[in-house]
Nanobody, 125 residues
């Protein structure tokens, strides 16, 4: 599985961005998908996850109500809509996929098997 993230950029605080992640292969609809982020000098952290059908999602507390994860299985794509952005959201954002054998949502980095190259989001104050 290859993942290609896009949509990052520079935005002012309070602004919005929409990240996309296109996946290769025929098993996208069988995989839990997630977004993580890594700020300079910090550990990579969980942001959001979505189940196979898109009917269940989970977010880290600091982005609840501001970020929305969604997916289009017909397009092999997962999205992260980010609103009311804050300077502390500045990071490289990575999309990730679980093995098709595991249907549960998880916040643990090690539970994800495939990673994209990351896209940089910079929020200026």
């Amino acid at each position: 599985v290859q993942l290609q993230a896009s949509g990052g950029g520079l935005v002012q605080a309070g602004g919005s961005l929409r990240l996309s992640c296109a996946a290769s292969g025929r098993t996208f609809g069988s995989r839990v998908m997630g977004w993580f982020r890594q700020a300079p000098g910090k550990e990579r952290e969980f942001v959001a996850a979505i189940n196979r059908s898109g009917g269940s999602t989970y977010y880290r507390d600091s982005v609840k109500g501001r970020f929305t994860i969604s997916r289009e299985n017909a397009k092999n794509t997962v999205y992260l809509e980010m609103n009311s952005l804050k300077p502390e959201d500045t990071a490289v954002y990575y999309c990730t996929a679980r093995s098709a054998a595991f249907p549960g949502l998880t916040t643990t980095r090690g539970d994800y098997d495939y990673w994209g190259q990351g896209t940089l989001v910079t929020v200026s104050s």
